[in-house]
């Protein structure tokens, strides 16, 4: 019996290349400012147009500031990769989504809440958290430049399949731990490479019980496994969400949609290259303390005493530490915290906005912390003041920046300064990711949130 990826995989293939790739058929493609400008250029050196337009969405994300988006981008290398999506966008016929419009956002947060990724379909951009969409029962990964342009010009792609590996998580997670900290605990049991080659299916109780906003999260951290991407299986969760979305099917095509999706699911039978099992009870709120998402702790836990045990190679393990400045076999409790970030395309949603309010809700935010608030689209930042967080927030000290990628990422003027320890709800912990020499500790927005209210390094649960 074939798994759901093969299902969606091979019901795609346009033609198999002999000792070669996959000619692979793609339902949808975003493009963002970063990694689009060349595969524009390589179009129009051609004198090529886009096959199918209708099928192709583009927004501005990366470098847009999120404060004064009324007015033209300050920084001239932040306004004109920015500028130059617009123009190809116009020139190829492109739907453009431009900043500052009800329509912008950061893309993976867009794409799913337009209902612009559904289930069944094949999803590409060039960004690696492509994998977000895969929580909409999608088989959705990130490409690079070349291959944007191949999809610009033929709505196809060359891939090699990739195995198939079914993570289970089974049982109730506990009190305080989020979608965020079971994909902290995955990385830290698989390491960076542990899925390398593989697209992973999330299934077992804690997946079930998810919500949509929890799966987007997950599946957005499958790359930092080493998979090729994540999903999971489209049920009547995926459904509710997706109904009355912009883009969803209407009528008498929705009920042909559900009844088509309600077979998207690997059977009972089905064989997987690989196959693990964990239990949410051995699941605590987690905290990263190196400089890959894999180096990371359940927030009591103490950093690992040994490489060995931290399951890193020595000059690796000592150098994420000297650069964090925090020393093997030491607790992070307590540890000062100068920088909290709340948002980016893992937890940028409504719902993380509302876990952060439930937490700071009649208490003050350090004075010592600088918070930036994110929504991942304007979309959310309506629902934010719709529902009156944005007056909960307030009243506790802090206040919402406009959407954006924002602190993710050093390409915008959100960026972490030098020294800084900033807690992130981000996807990355590099050196240098959120500013040249800042540090970063990846968390949920209850840990976040947690930080932001007493200044330090703190287990949420005690404040829930």
């Known amino acids: 019996m074939n798994t759901l990826f093969d299902k969606i995989w091979d019901r795609h293939v346009v033609q198999v290349v002999e000792d070669g790739p996959t000619q692979l058929y793609i339902d949808r493609l975003y493009c963002h400012e970063v990694t689009t400008a060349q595969a524009f250029d390589g179009m129009k050196a051609r004198g090529l147009k886009c096959f199918r337009p209708d099928q192709i969405f583009c927004m501005p994300d990366h470098n847009t500031p999120t404060h004064d988006q009324d007015k033209p981008i300050a920084d001239p290398t932040s306004a004109k990769p920015v500028a130059v999506l617009e123009q190809n ?20 947060v867009v794409g799913p809440e337009k209902g612009l990724s559904l289930p069944g ?20 990964f990130g490409i690079g430049t070349s291959e944007v342009e191949m999809v610009l010009a033929s709505q196809c792609i060359l891939q090699q399949k990739p195995q198939s590996m079914r993570i289970s998580i089974n049982g109730q997670l506990g009190r305080g731990v989020t979608p965020k900290d079971v994909a902290l605990y995955l990385m830290a049991q698989l390491t960076t490479s542990g899925a390398t080659g593989y697209f992973v299916e999330y299934a077992g109780d804690v997946v079930s019980s998810m919500s949509m906003e929890g799966r987007l999260t997950l599946c957005n951290l499958s790359i930092e496994m080493g998979a090729r991407g994540g999903f999971i299986a489209p049920d009547e969760t995926t459904f509710e969400y997706i109904k009355g979305r912009e883009y969803a099917p209407t009528g008498e095509a ?12 690997s059977g009972d039978n089905a064989v997987f290259d690989k196959e693990l099992v964990f239990s949410a009870e051995d699941i605590e709120p987690r905290i990263t303390y190196g400089t890959n998402p894999g180096m990371g702790i359940g927030i009591t836990e103490a950093i690992p005493a040994t490489a060995e045990e931290a399951r890193s190679p020595q000059q690796s393990f000592e150098k994420a530490l000297c650069y964090m400045g925090f020393k093997a076999g030491e607790k992070l409790l307590g540890k000062k915290v100068d920088y909290v970030f709340l948002g980016a395309c893992t937890n940028g949603r409504i719902e993380d906005f509302r876990a952060f309010a439930s937490m700071v809700k009649g208490r003050r935010k350090a004075d010592s912390v600088v918070a930036w608030l994110v929504p991942g689209s304007w979309a959310v930042d309506k629902q934010i003041r719709e529902e009156g967080l944005d007056k909960v927030l307030q009243a506790s000290g802090f206040e919402i920046r406009q959407p954006g990628c924002s602190a993710c990422l050093a390409m915008n003027d959100d960026k972490v300064p030098a020294g800084k320890l900033c807690v992130s709800t981000s996807n990355r912990n590099f050196e240098g ?22 200044g330090v390094i703190t287990d949420p649960r005690e404040l829930l």
């Open 89 to 108: 966008a116009r020139e190829f016929g492109l739907t453009y989504y431009g900043m500052n419009s009800k329509d912008n956002g950061i893309i993976h």
């Open 121 to 140: 379909m094949t999803i590409v951009c060039g960004d690696s958290h492509t994998s977000t969409h895969g929580a909409m029962g999608a088989v959705a």
């Open 254 to 265: 929705w009920d042909q949609a559900v009844s088509y999706w309600k077979t998207l699911r």
């Open 433 to 454: 990711r959120q500013g040249p020499g800042s540090r970063t500790i990846l968390a949920s927005p209850l840990v976040a949130a947690a930080a932001a209210i007493t």
